[in-house]
């Protein structure tokens, strides 16, 4: 079993900061990309940014230069560095990660965290 777990959600005024946080955990052989997207009510989830197991990272172009990915391989953590925060982040984000587990090696699946709410005030 994976388990995703994030942390740092939370309400913050535009303009502002917020770091969000995921760690995997479990049977975990190989991550491949972590990635955070974000869901705002009634709205589809979308991808926010995303980190290759070598660093490369990409970016929604509206988030790019206000975000910014990072992970930590060896803790199997990623982060969410989130700078001059809009009231149009507002949203539930969400950890996913690529992982191929012990019990089946060489198949990688999706696994998701349970979203973290974060609210940009103006």
């Known amino acids: 079993q994976v388990q995703l777990v994030e942390s740092g959600g939370g309400l913050v005024q535009a303009g502002g900061s917020l770091r969000l946080s995921c760690a995997a955990s479990?049977?975990?052989?190989?991550?491949?990309?972590m990635s955070w997207y974000r869901q705002a009510p009634g709205k589809q989830r979308d991808l926010v940014a995303l980190?290759?197991?070598?660093?490369?990272?990409r970016y929604v172009d509206s988030m790019r230069g206000r975000f910014s990915i990072s992970r930590d391989n060896a803790k199997n953590t990623v982060s969410l560095q989130m700078n001059s925060l809009k009231p149009e982040d507002t949203a539930v984000y969400f950890c996913?990660?690529?992982?191929?587990?012990?019990?089946?090696?060489?198949?990688?699946?999706?696994?998701w965290g349970q979203g973290t709410q974060v609210t940009v005030s103006s």
């Open positions: 996913n990660a690529v992982i191929a587990t012990t019990q089946a090696m060489g198949v990688f699946n999706n696994y």
């Open positions: 479990g049977s975990i052989r190989s991550i491949s990309s």
């Open positions: 980190i290759t197991s070598g660093g490369t990272t």
